[in-house]
């Protein structure tokens, strides 16, 4: 049975930095493909990051690139995502998911771990 479990969230300055882990079990990750995504309040769930497992290939929202590094530790089945330069923009609550593939629609992936929230102060 997959399982994701997000962790690190929590209040922030406009400026500030977090980590954000995804602890993992059930699944390889040499067998899935994972990422973040994230919700603010009142909008609708959109993709922040992924690692593909067939290349690789790291993906990045244009609205966090050159600030948000993903990174996945197979020995120790955890995803972080580090956070830098965060802004008031970037509050939601954060999800780590998983499927074969990093699909640009977020409704395709069908594991799913409880949110973190990420609270960026102005």
């Known amino acids: 049975e997959v399982q994701l479990q997000a962790s690190g969230g929590g209040l922030v300055q406009a400026g500030g930095s977090l980590r954000l882990s995804c602890a993992a079990s059930?699944?390889?990750?040499?067998?899935?493909?994972i990422g973040w995504f994230r919700q603010a309040p009142g909008k609708e769930r959109e993709g922040v990051s992924c690692i593909s497992r067939s290349d690789g290939y790291t993906y990045y929202a244009d609205s966090v690139k050159g600030r948000f590094t993903i990174s996945s530790d197979s020995a120790k089945n955890t995803l972080r995502l580090q956070m830098n330069s965060l802004k008031p923009e970037d509050t939601a609550v954060y999800y780590c998911?998983?499927?074969?593939?990093?699909?640009?629609?977020?409704?395709?992936?069908?594991?799913w771990g409880r949110g973190t929230l990420v609270t960026v102060s102005s």
């Open positions: 059930g699944f390889s990750f040499d067998d899935y493909s």
């Open positions: 998911a998983v499927d074969t593939h990093c699909y640009v629609d977020y409704r395709r992936f069908r594991y």
